[in-house]
């Protein structure tokens, strides 16, 4: 008897998320298995011609594709509910790729100023190098956007909700605005995951993944993917990949794919625990501000939870208090001066919780005007909520806001 052991269609996404994945082996693993290997055994030399002229499947080089990169690609793109994906050395190489795939010069890209730091260098200094052009607009004012559209416009891209401020821009307004205008429009979801936050459901075209953050969860690799069409990934950005070598590794796609068998608990848990942190925070008497979409304060809430799946993310940022910019930063380093527990770095998405400065540490090399422009302040923390208990989060916290001079 032959059983019919493929999935059947209309799963839920949990169970996706820990199915997903290229066929098992000849050895049955239910884990599913790394393949650490640079190239692959042709059975001879007219299948490898076949192969290497793309038509036969199979596998001949890991830079052009590995079957651990591919059952990671397959599970993250039934998570986005994209047709497909392609893994990124990092969630730079995959901005790398996207760029390189999609622009050529003379072409006009249009981009919210509060995206990642390194993004907006990558899209604006290294790509205005070779021709491209680069309008940086407002992260909420959709007018703004619409102004800047050019006959040359070819992409929109932004991320949502933002570091380290947490603005949340309209991906629907978006959508249709860059329709409108024959351009794309890409979102970089690394702060929602898919467990929030689906962008193509929306009308985004791309998304973009730094899988090193909550796809991983446990701060260990780093890894990036792009989502879309199979007609993109295939026709666009799998020629880059497989001749610009920005190829994830099969080790980093392994834990990934094991990281997204988590991602939806571990994601309702960090929010969970940020939603709680914040609402502490705004009875905090020392705390002028509180940033966090989850919140009824916050300017795009409503937005946030129509399109985050009711939930706010795992970042929380906000102002302590001081008289000018000089006390607000000695106040701000000596709440992350003492605390004990949280991890004082840059990153997130990770089960540990981290606690940062962004004016000194991911804003620091912008100066005073910029960084008051874009609204980091000296007084401003970030904190990226781990698993860590949220009693003993907030007493990490409250040694330091509690003795504030
Ligand atoms: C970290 C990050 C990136 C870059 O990802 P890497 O994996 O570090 O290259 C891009 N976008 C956002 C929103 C990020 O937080």
């Not at 860059?178 to 985004?204: I, M, Y």
């Not at 792009?226 to 990949?241: R, Y």
């Not at 795009?300 to 939930?311: D, F, N, P, V």
């Not at 990153?347 to 004016?359: E, F, Y």
Request: hydrophobic share 40%; aromatic share 6%; glycine share 10%.
């Amino acid at each position: 008897m032959t059983t019919d052991r493929s999935l059947p269609p209309g799963l839920h996404r949990d169970t996706l998320a820990v199915r997903t994945a290229l066929e098992r082996s000849q050895y049955g693993e239910n884990s599913e298995a790394l393949f650490l290997t640079s190239s692959f055994v042709q059975p001879d030399a007219e299948t490898s011609a076949r192969r290497f002229a793309g038509t036969e499947e199979g596998f001949t080089y890991t830079r052009t594709s590995n079957p651990t990169v591919a059952s990671f690609e397959q599970r993250l793109a039934a998570l986005e509910g994209t047709e497909a994906a392609i893994g990124a050395s990092s969630g730079m190489g995959a901005i790398l790729m996207m760029c390189m795939g999609l622009l050529r010069a003379g072409d006009h890209v249009v981009c919210s100023r509060s995206v990642f730091g390194s993004t907006l260098n990558l899209i604006g200094r290294e790509f205005g190098k070779f021709g491209v052009e680069t309008t940086f607009v407002s992260q909420t004012d959709v007018a703004e956007w619409k102004a800047a559209i050019r006959p040359t416009t070819k992409l929109l891209f932004a991320e949502t909700p933002t570091n380290p401020l947490t603005d949340v821009c309209d991906i629907r307004a978006l959508a249709d605005l860059a329709h409108g205008a024959g351009a794309l429009l890409a979102v970089d979801n690394c702060f929602c995951s898919p467990a929030l936050q689906r962008p193509t459901e929306l009308g985004a075209d791309l998304v973009i993944h730094s899988g090193t953050k909550y796809l991983e969860g446990q701060g260990r690799v780093l890894a990036g993917a792009i989502c879309g069409s199979a007609k993109l990934v295939n026709e666009v950005f799998g020629p880059v990949v497989r001749t610009a070598g920005m190829a994830l590794s099969p080790f980093n796609a392994w834990v990934v794919l094991k990281g997204l068998e988590t991602l939806g608990i571990r994601m309702q848990a960090h929010c969970a625990g940020a939603l709680a942190l914040a609402q502490w925070l705004e009875t905090q008497p020392s705390i002028a501000r509180v940033y966090y979409p989850g919140l009824a304060s916050h300017p795009q809430h409503e937005l946030a939870m129509r399109q985050q799946s009711g939930l706010g993310g795992a970042v929380v940022s906000f102002d302590v208090q001081g008289d000018g910019p000089e006390a607000a930063r000695a106040n701000a380093f000596h709440v992350i001066d003492s605390t004990r527990v949280l991890s004082i770095t840059a990153n997130l998405g990770d089960t540990k919780t981290t606690i940062t400065h962004p004016a000194t540490t991911s804003h620091g090399r912008l100066t005073e005007a910029q960084r008051q422009a874009a609204g980091i302040g000296q007084g401003l923390i970030r904190v990226a909520v781990g698993l860590d208990h949220i009693d003993d989060i907030k007493a990490d916290l409250l040694r330091g806001l509690s003795t504030l001079a």
